[in-house]
T-cell receptor, first 114, second 116 residues
Framework: DTGVSQNPRHKITKRGQNVTFRCDPI?????LYWYRQTLGQGPEFLTY????????KSRLLSDRFSAERPKGSFSTLEIQRTEQGDSAMYLC????????????FGPGTRLTVT | AQKVTQAQTEISVVEKEDVTLDCVYE???????LFWYKQPPSGELVFLIR??????QNEISGRYSWNFQKSTSSFNFTITASQVVDSAVYFC?????????????FGRGTSLIVHP
């Protein structure tokens, strides 16, 4: 069990550029979640997959954000036309698909938009 | 709507002191789950405990203990004989137990600083 991994760990980009983050969940976990965390705040839910199906999306997820989980394994989160307000830590978590399970988090990708 | 309030933004203690982190929640659901997570300076949230609303027994795990009081909608976390390694941000979270929603609502976190 290697835990949840995320790449890259840090990303600095200029406003208007597109960025893509990757998350590899724990292998036997069917559920995968994306969160955004800003300084002094708890994680804010963005979207959630069960296997390859995207089951829930937050209103925080504007049309510039898109997430995929092809084949129900790794997931990618893309932000198009980045804005300075997108600067945050993007967290990925995974869990078993057994009722309300605890989530296991990755180390996050810190995005800085200049 | 669900809400989790962690009123203590930051707590500073000296090693070996006991410390309690408060968590108050609001929900209209009769069944729900409560969680605590730890986020050390490295940044990765670590699961500590999950509690079902039906189970009001307090729990102890080593130096950690949790006090669940449904009557006051609180789920407080106590660290006994704190250590420097306990320094982290601690998050309380609430999740509905029904309706097929597996998305927790997190509090804003309490930053615990343990001085040697």
């Amino acid at each position: 069990d290697t835990g949840v991994s995320q790449n890259p760990r840090h990303k600095i980009t200029k406003r208007g550029q597109n960025v893509t983050f990757r998350c590899d969940p724990i292998s036997e976990h069917n559920r995968l979640y994306w969160y955004r965390q800003t300084l002094g705040q708890g994680p804010e839910f963005l979207t959630y997959f069960q296997n390859e199906a995207q089951l829930e999306k937050s209103r925080l997820l504007s049309d510039r954000f898109s997430a995929e989980r092809p084949k129900g394994s790794f997931s990618t989160l893309e932000i198009q036309r980045t804005e300075q307000g997108d600067s945050a830590m993007y967290l990925c978590a995974s869990s078993l698909a057994q009722g309300v399970s605890e989530q296991y988090f990755g180390p996050g990708t810190r995005l800085t938009v200049t | 709507a669900q809400k989790v309030t962690q009123a203590q933004t930051e707590i500073s203690v000296v090693e070996k002191e006991d410390v309690t982190l408060d968590c108050v929640y609001e929900t209209r659901d009769t069944t729900y789950y409560l969680f605590w997570y730890k986020q050390p300076p490295s940044g990765e949230l670590v699961f500590l405990i999950r509690r079902n609303s039906f189970d009001e027994q307090n729990e102890i795990s080593g130096r950690y203990s949790w006090n669940f009081q449904k009557s006051t909608s609180s789920f407080n976390f106590t660290i006994t004989a704190s250590q420097v390694v306990d320094s982290a941000v601690y998050f309380c979270a609430l999740n509905r137990a029904s309706g097929g929603s597996y998305i927790p609502t997190f509090g804003r976190g309490t930053s615990l600083i343990v001085h040697p």
